[in-house]
Every structure is written in C-alpha cells, then in structure tokens.
C-alpha cells in the first residue's frame, strides 16, 4: 500500500485514526506500532518479517552497545559490525549487483524492502551516536520499533536522530483541529503527487520515450524543467503525505523541503532539498571527515566525497555521484567566489541553471548520455519541432503553476492573508478548497486505483 | 483559527467514510457492465499468497474494483485528465474525435504463430489466404502524439506476413483501410473496423478468393444502433466522443442463409444466426455480429455451388463473415479463443478447398491464438 491509493485514503487512514482515537492514551503508541505492521504487511508478509527483524536486531545491538560502553573496544567491533551488516542490507535491495545478497536473505522475488534507503540511515545514525555516547539506547522496544517503521515515515522519513524522535514522540498534539490539520497537509502533498508530479512525468517521458535520439533544444529544456519539478514534487509530495498523516496522529516531524527550486545560492538549494538526509551526511560523514583532515584541501576532497556519497545515496550508481560532485564543488565554488551582495534574481537564475545541471547528470545513465543532452540543449539537434510546439501547446500552462507551487511564493501569500482582518472568515474556505483536491486527486487515480512512485525509488 | 480545521476533519474524514461504506457494501458485485469486465475478486487468504505480496496486491485491485462509483470516477478521470495535458487515461489516448489504443509498441509480433500457420498450409491441400487487420490506432497514428508512435503496425503485419511460406497467400488489409481512412471504417470508442471497412477489405479479399465481389448499391444498408460504445469507451468511460453506428448489410435479392449451427466443441449444437439482436440491449453491442462467443459456427446458404470455406477468425471477422454469405454454399467459422482442442478435433479440414485466416492486430503476438491451429 502506499499513500497516494484509494485503499489507503479510503480504507487504512479513516480505520487507523478510528482505532487510534478510540484507545486510551497510554496504549497509543503500541497501537501504532500494530497499524505500522499492518501496513508492512500490505507489501507482503516477507516484508513484515523482515521488519521486525531488522528492529529486533538493531534494538539489540543498540542496547549492547551501550552496556559495553566500558569496553571501548569490543563497543566497536559489536557497532561496525551492525553497521556493515546495515549497509550489506541495504545494498542487496537497491544495487542489482548485490541482488545475491537478498537471495540468501529469502527475499521472495520482486520484492522492495520499502525505505529501506531511509530508515538504514536512521539506524546507523543511532547506533553510532550510542556508540559515541551522544545518545542513550532506547529500553522500550516500541518506541525504537516506530523509530525505525512507522508508517507515516517510511517512504521520505524524515530522518532525525533519536533524541529529535524522542522529543516529537513525548509529547504529541492530538485532537480534531490536529486531525484536520494533518489532513489538509495530507491532501496538499496527494495533489502535488497525483496532479503535479504524475502530468510532468507524462513531459519527461514525451520528450525522452521515442527511440530518436534527436531532441530539439525546446523539448529538451521542457524535458529537464519537467524532470526537476517533477522529481521535487514527488518527494515532497510524498514527504507532506507522511506528515500529514504524522500530524493526524499528533506528531509534528522535521520538515523535509523548504521549497529549494528558486533558491538564490546553490548552497541553499543543496540544503532545502531533503534537508534531513543532507544533515544525515554532514553529521555523520562530512563532519568526522573534515576535523581529521588537516589542510583545506583535503577538506575540499572531503567535502567532495561527502556529497558524491549524498548523491550516491540516491541513486546506487554512478550518475547520483557525479551529480553530487558536481553539486558539491558548484557549492564550493560559489563559498569561495560569490559576493554578498548579488542581485536576488541573478542567484536564482545561477543557482537554477546549475540544479537543472545536475538533475540533468542525476537523470543520464551514462556519461555519453549527458554530453548528448548538452548537445540538446545548446541546439545541436534544431531549435524546436513539431512534438516541441505540441508539447508547449498542452503542457506549458502546467510547468507555470508547477514553477509557482515550487516557488514558495503560494506560502508568502498564504501568510499575508493570513494577517488579514477577514482571515477568520476567508480560512473557511481551506475545508472546501481541501475536500475539492481530495475529490480531483480521487478521479485521478480511479483507473488504476493508485499513482506509483514514477521518478525515484528510494 | 482552530475551527476551519475541525470543519476539514469532519469534511474529509466524512467523505472518506462515505466512500469507504459504500465501497464495503459494493463488495460482492461480480461484474462491470460500464467497462464490460469481470472484477477482480477478493483473493484466497494463503500463507505463500501473503508471504510474496500476491495477496495484498490483490486485495488492493479488488478494492479498487469495487471503489464506490468506479464507473463515474473513471468517466471523471477521463474529462478532467486531458485538461490538464495528460490525454492518456488507462492507456487509451483520448484524441479530438476518437479514441485510440496506445499500447501500440510493445506488441512483438510471434514468430511461432508463423510457424503454426506455415504447418497447416504444408499439411493442407487448399489454398490458404491470410488477412491481418490493423486497429484504428494503426490507421490513425498520425493522430497520436508523436513520442507514442512506435513500431508501425504496417511493419509489424508485413514482418509477419515476410515469415509466412509462399504458399500462403497475404491480403494486405492495411494499405486499403489506410487510403480510405477518411470514410467510416473504424468505430471512434473501439479498436476495431467498421462494417464499412470489413466491406471495403472483403472485395480484395473475395477476388482473391475467385469471385466478383457484390457491389456496394446492391446493399440496404440498416443501422441498428447509433449508441454503441466500444472497448476503447469500457476503458475510459469518456462520453465527449460521438457513439457509434452499429450497421447491417442486407442483400435481398442475393443468396439467404438457410441454416446457421454453433456448436460448443463438446458434440452439442444449437441454432444461432448472423446478427443477435438482443446483443443491442446489452452493454456489449458488438455482440450483435454473429452472437455469443462460440468454437464453431456453421453456416448453410441457399447458394448451389458447392463451395466451402473455412474461417479462422478472431471478433475483427465477425461483421465480416455476411459479406462472403454471398457466394459460397457453406461457411465453416472457427475461432481459436474460444476453442477446444486443436483445430482437427472441431473440423475436417480436407472437406474445404479454401481457408481464410481472418484476425486483428492484438493477436499478432498472441502465442495462444494460433497454437491449436496445427497439430
């Protein structure tokens, strides 16, 4: 199941807010952690077992950790072992060529351990900060086992570190003016997923689907613009549908998009986008990297290697390297040249030519690939041609409101009326603006019931 | 600031109980007739069935399935998706003024099913004589965006027709529908051809066949509906398209048919006819030709001539088979779908001296389709 499915808005969301209200505080969290499992379940009951175990064994290794804090040594051999065990997991489902590894792990055929990109991140995280003695291992099994897969952030997270999780977990915000807020967040992230996301893919793939490898420099711009605003609502489309659903439940996690596409510094873009598993890097490779490393080019190379792991991450190949070296250095090019005072709109413009750029070498399969699309770009194969004036014609109108939507603009205003003296009276609009999205979203995905992840895996 | 967000909870969470309730109570319905299919049933609860997902797959199409109002959501769907520039609903491209099927691409034609027709001309003393039929998306891909246009499906019927022997003879259906493309001869909401294009087709293929084809005055020409509404309108529930025309073509100083036999394979024959008109009331008009899905149909005309035929055909033949009424004195209908066994169990090949081997473009990659045809 996942959450932009009529089963899920229909079926599992009303049911599980219905259990959850209906059980006494105390007891809450174990019933979500019940309804976390159900949910794995309806991937398949493999995945379910795989699931406690990987809780069951993380959870362990965790709490020896910790108990042999003392012994520094033996701490660390039972750490990096759990660790390289997690990577070794990790690997199996998202690189083919360690499919081997699923093999001996049972993994029934085709099947994904859903976000397991995510919540590996999450459990190394933890189980180095014990290690470190940042962070104190968790006793309760439940809370751990909703650390690692609770429903709401399986697919996007956020990541966060325990003591984060810990702190939105004591104190959760329940009620019907909650519920009514995470429902609204809900169905904003459906609309960006189901309208936005799934239309500008239908661009990408008109533009880049025939066998002809000639793209007019038209196409090919509408086809990077639709990739990058595709990609970007996707995941925040899918990241505001988990915490909608987080906050229906009371809990408020850290944001994962602050709206990166017109940023006016590269530096910002890189930050906005995913900012939790970006922090994952700098917190755990990036910083422990650079105290070590002596002159500052070594922490330019290290800087570099930690976002061709961040990119790397994403991808499992070598297209989400390059990109984020090329991010990377185009962020310690601009730290070491950009001026304070640049003009807002020449940042932007840069900082949208050079996320376009790497989007570009994020989407290519091959280095051959990339050339042959700057070669696109710059008209080597024409200006335009009739399938480019075709899709100008039917999709221009929708890269508009996207490029709004991306803009944060739509918050500003938001936030301006707001402060109006009428905004009592106009916030009744929101119940009505929510249930028509709901119902669009709904119509959308009536033939297949559902709308798959089309850009990224994670 | 609190009670617009209790408003949306009891709005959303209301409507969703709504639709989930009605979606439980609709649970039991068997079948579609708006999208004229079975639904998906509730799955079998097994261990292996829920350890590798097959079960809660399943169970989610099953849901969806039976989502309540399935039929006007759908319908909803395909108004609202083009509007906002996806004009591709359940994979059926929704064009100015037709329908179209895109799922053009990934149809290999089956180098296997040229075998099996190779086998039966080796093993038959006849002639045989092969037609394969384009889908309107065939004819009209030119009205297709331009990234969907894949393998042509003139290339794919010729590189079939390059696999079959000499001895087979090859019609070729698609250039004659291609040049008159601006007439009638495909349905706007369905794959196949029109009577009108079946007619157009027929007098190539009767002259091959030996015969000086009727000519077009000589037919009363009868639409019996002008509401039909083909499979490409089950998929997309789109109601912006003009429905069809459903067409007889009745020759009446021509030969009559004096007996028209099903029988089901098993040995059991019952009377049948050329045109079913209680199909019309139905949701699956197209019915009307030759009536439900049978084996074998035999057909007696009041013609003398000792002429046999032998047809294997798919639904493309069905508004086909009364143009050739006119002159043979007994028509054999085979059709390989709905048939049991192999061919020589249902009939005696050797009693005809020619064999029409009628189909549309779907089965060109279909294994299944030809494999009973030789044994």
């Known amino acids: 199941m996942i959450y932009s499915s009529l089963l899920y808005i229909y079926g599992f969301l009303p049911l599980a807010l219905l259990i959850f209200y209906a059980v006494p505080k105390k007891h809450r969290e174990a019933v979500l952690l019940v309804l976390s499992g159900v949910f794995c379940a309806s991937f398949s009951l493999y995945y379910l077992i795989f699931m406690a175990v990987y809780v069951l064994l993380n959870y362990t290794m965790c709490r020896i950790t910790e108990y042999l804090k003392r012994k520094k040594s033996i701490a660390e051999v039972a750490m990096a072992s759990t660790v390289i065990l997690d990577i070794t997991v990790l690997f199996s489902f998202r690189a083919p060529y360690m499919s081997w590894f699923a093999g001996m792990i049972r993994a029934p055929e085709g099947i994904y351990a859903v976000g397991i990109s995510l919540f590996t991140l999450s459990a190394i995280g933890t189980l180095v900060d014990v290690y470190k003695g940042n962070e104190k291992a968790e006793k309760n099994i439940i809370r751990y086992a909703l650390y690692i897969m609770f429903f709401p952030r399986l697919f996007i997270g956020p990541v966060m570190r325990y003591s984060t999780f810990r702190k939105v977990m004591a104190h959760p915000q329940t009620g019907a003016a909650q519920v009514g807020k995470g429902l609204a967040v809900f169905v904003k992230g459906l609309a960006k997923k189901v309208i936005l996301a799934d239309t500008l893919f239908m661009l990408y793939t008109a533009v880049y689907a025939s066998d002809d490898t000639k793209v007019p420099a038209v196409s090919a711009i509408l086809g990077i613009a639709a990739y990058l605003l595709g990609i970007y609502f996707e995941m925040s489309g899918l990241a505001d549908m988990g915490a909608g659903t987080s906050l229906c439940f009371g809990y408020r996690f850290p944001e994962c998009f602050r709206y990166p596409i017109f940023s006016k510094r590269i530096n910002y873009y890189a930050m906005r986008w995913n900012t939790p598993v970006v922090m994952w890097f700098k917190r755990y490779i990036l910083w422990p990297l650079t105290i070590s490393a002596k002159s500052g080019f070594a922490r330019g190379v290290v800087f570099l290697f930690a976002w061709a792991l961040t990119g790397f991450w994403y991808t499992f190949d070598l297209s989400g390297v390059a990109a984020g070296i090329f991010l990377g250095a185009a962020i310690l090019i601009e730290n070491r040249l950009r001026s304070r005072n640049t003009l807002r709109i020449t940042g932007v413009v840069y900082t949208l030519i050079i996320s376009g750029m790497s989007a570009l070498i994020f989407s290519q399969e091959s280095l051959h690939g990339f050339f042959r699309e700057i070669g696109s770009l710059i008209g080597m194969d024409g200006l335009a041609d009739s399938s480019s004036l075709y899709m100008l014609k039917e999709y221009t109108l929708l890269l508009i409101a996207a490029a709004f939507f991306s803009s944060g603009i739509s918050k500003k205003l938001a936030g301006k009326v707001k402060k109006l003296k009428a905004a009592e009276k106009l916030s009744l609009v929101i119940p009505a603006a929510v249930l028509v999205m709901l119902v669009l979203c709904t119509a959308l995905m009536a033939s297949g019931g559902r709308s798959d992840q089309l850009f990224i895996k994670l | ?375």
């Open chain 2, 1 to 375: 600031m609190d009670r617009y967000k209790k408003i949306t909870a009891a709005a959303v969470l209301g409507f969703a109980a709504v639709m989930a309730f009605g979606t439980f109570l609709s649970r039991g319905k068997k079948e579609s007739a708006d999208e004229a299919r079975t639904l998906t049933e509730f799955p079998k609860a097994s261990l292996s069935a829920m350890f590798d997902g097959s079960f809660p797959e399943q169970a989610e199409k099953h849901f969806t399935d039976h989502f309540m109002l399935r039929s006007k959501w759908l319908s909803f769907e395909s108004d609202i998706q083009p509007r906002i520039g996806e004009r591709i609903v359940n994979g059926v491209y929704i064009g100015e003024d037709r329908l179209l099927n895109c799922g053009i691409s990934d149809r290999i034609p089956d180098p296997s099913a040229a075998e099996r027709i190779n086998d039966f001309a080796a093993g038959y003393d006849g002639t045989v004589y092969i037609a394969a039929v384009p889908s309107s998306s065939g004819v009209y891909d030119d009205e297709l965006p331009y990234h969907l246009h894949g393998d042509s499906e003139a290339q794919q019927i010729s590189g079939f027709y390059d696999s079959l022997s000499g001895s087979v003879r090859k019609i070729d259906a698609y250039n004659i529908l291609r040049m008159l493309r601006d007439n009638y001869i495909y349905y706007r909401s369905d794959t196949k051809w029109t009577s009108y294009g079946a007619y157009c087709v027929y007098r190539t293929v009767i002259q091959k066949l030996g015969f000086l084809p009727t000519t077009y005055d000589k037919y009363t020409v009868l639409h019996v509906s002008d509401n039909f509404r083909g499979n490409l309108y089950n998929r997309t529930l789109y109601k912006d398209i003009m429905p069809d025309l459903l067409d007889i073509y009745e020759y009446p100083d021509g030969a009559q048919v004096t007996a028209c036999m099903a029988s089901d394979g098993d040995g059991h024959t019952v009377e049948s006819s050329l045109y079913d008109m209680d199909m019309l009331e139905t949701s699956d008009m197209y019915r009307m030709y030759l009536g439900k899905d049978v084996p074998v149909l035999d057909i007696e005309t009041s013609l003398n001539n000792q002429r046999k035929l032998l047809v294997i055909k798919d639904s493309y033949a069905d508004c086909f088979i009364p143009f050739l009424t006119q002159h043979f004195s007994r028509i054999t209908v085979v059709s390989p779908e709905h048939m049991k066994g192999v061919l020589s169990d249902n009939v005696d090949v050797s009693d005809y001296e020619q064999t029409l081997i009628l189909f549309g473009i779907e089965n060109i990659g279909n294994t299944g389709f030809f494999s009973g045809i030789s044994s």
